[in-house]
């Protein structure tokens, strides 16, 4: 039996839970790994799912902003290491 061609590229995958659906924006690789693993699934199994789907994507967003900020600062000490501070006003007079 031949698998049917799938769409490539990303797509977005709908997961029901309890009356509400999380919407899940992945790669056709991993849209078809869930769309397999959530066929016969049972409302313990779906709760189980969502909650590390939930912690992963918590996780992917702090270690994002973590990146971000983690860059911010590297540009901050690069451009104080070019622009040298100085203090404004006269200089001190040397005795």
């Excluded at 995958?13 to 869930?34: F, T």
């Excluded at 769309?35 to 016969?40: F, I, L, R, Y």
């Excluded at 189980?48 to 702090?62: E, N």
Aim: hydrophobic share 30%.
């Amino acid at each position: 039996m031949k698998k049917e061609m799938r769409k490539r590229g990303y797509r977005t995958i709908k997961v029901e839970q309890r009356g509400s659906e999380l919407k899940i924006y992945a790669s056709s690789r991993v849209a078809d790994a869930l769309e397999e693993v959530t066929e016969d699934m049972s409302l313990y199994h779906g709760v189980r799912l969502s909650q590390v789907i939930g912690a992963a994507y918590k996780q992917g967003m702090k270690d994002g902003a973590a990146n971000a900020f983690k860059e911010l600062r590297k540009g901050m000490k690069e451009a104080e290491r070019l622009v040298p501070h100085k203090r404004p006003g006269r200089p001190k007079r040397k005795s």
